[in-house]
């Protein structure tokens, strides 16, 4: 049973067996006993740090990672490994320079054994400019990346807000401004990404956003995401696809 209130950013851990969410400022979990089995009740996230936002896990020499973003706008990156020790994240560009706007969302997919990022930066001042970087890890802490962005094919105005990625890194997923979804996929990793399609769900008058994929095993993907119908409060929904 839902709490009450509203639920977001969901995520889901390594295990695949315990799925977090933001329920309002209290982080919220709700677990279950194998993968093929229905999750339980939501309960408070106790194994969670005290600040976290738009959560990703991932494991490095079978060390469990959380990512995420924290503090106020303009927000930065956290790194909290085994969901402990916290410690802030630097991200730079190509050239160099230390990216200092506001950054959330991120996302992470384990490519060739290595974590790869996507994220969301808001320029401060400008909140038109909501775009996607990839990012790779430059030290063994996951305490700095540096960032490329992947200038998607989008519409006017439309903007690119907390991403997800397959495990794979061939497929990520966004909500834009509208309450949708768009979805880009790419051949091989490495290669660019195709001009980014909405998604169909029903019911149509749902807000969808903050996606979450997950490999569900037999060719699937397990996707979550946060959806609003009406003046209801937002809810975590579940759907599976095939790539």
Avoid: H
């Amino acid at each position: 049973s839902p709490p009450a209130g509203n639920l977001s950013e969901p995520a889901l851990r390594v295990d695949r067996l315990q799925l977090v969410a933001r329920g309002g400022i209290v982080g919220m979990a709700t677990e279950r006993t194998a993968v093929d089995q229905p999750f339980g009740p939501w309960n408070v996230a106790t194994e969670m740090p005290a600040e976290w936002g738009d959560p990703a896990f991932f494991t490095y020499q079978q060390q469990e990672y959380l990512i995420s973003a924290a503090g106020p706008k303009p927000r930065a990156l956290q790194i909290c490994p085994a969901l402990t020790n916290c410690q802030a994240v630097t991200i730079i560009d190509g050239e160099e320079n230390v990216l200092t706007d506001d950054i959330d969302g991120p996302a992470v997919a384990t490519v060739d054994g290595y974590p790869l990022m996507i994220f969301n930066m808001v320029v401060v001042g400008r909140p038109e400019t909501n775009d996607l970087y990839q990012a790779q890890a430059t030290l063994t802490d996951f305490s700095s990346w540096v960032a490329v962005p992947l200038q998607l094919q989008r519409g006017p105005g439309q903007q690119e807000d907390d991403p997800a990625i397959s495990p794979d890194g061939t497929i990520i997923l966004y909500g834009d401004n509208e309450g949708d979804l768009w979805v880009s996929r790419r051949p091989q990793f490495g290669a660019p990404f195709a001009p980014p399609g909405r998604l169909d769900f029903t019911p149509e008058d749902d807000k969808l956003s903050e996606p979450f994929l997950a490999d569900a095993g037999e060719g699937r993907l397990e996707l979550f995401f946060s959806a609003t119908e009406g003046e209801s409060p937002s809810r975590i929904k579940r759907a599976f696809c095939t790539p």
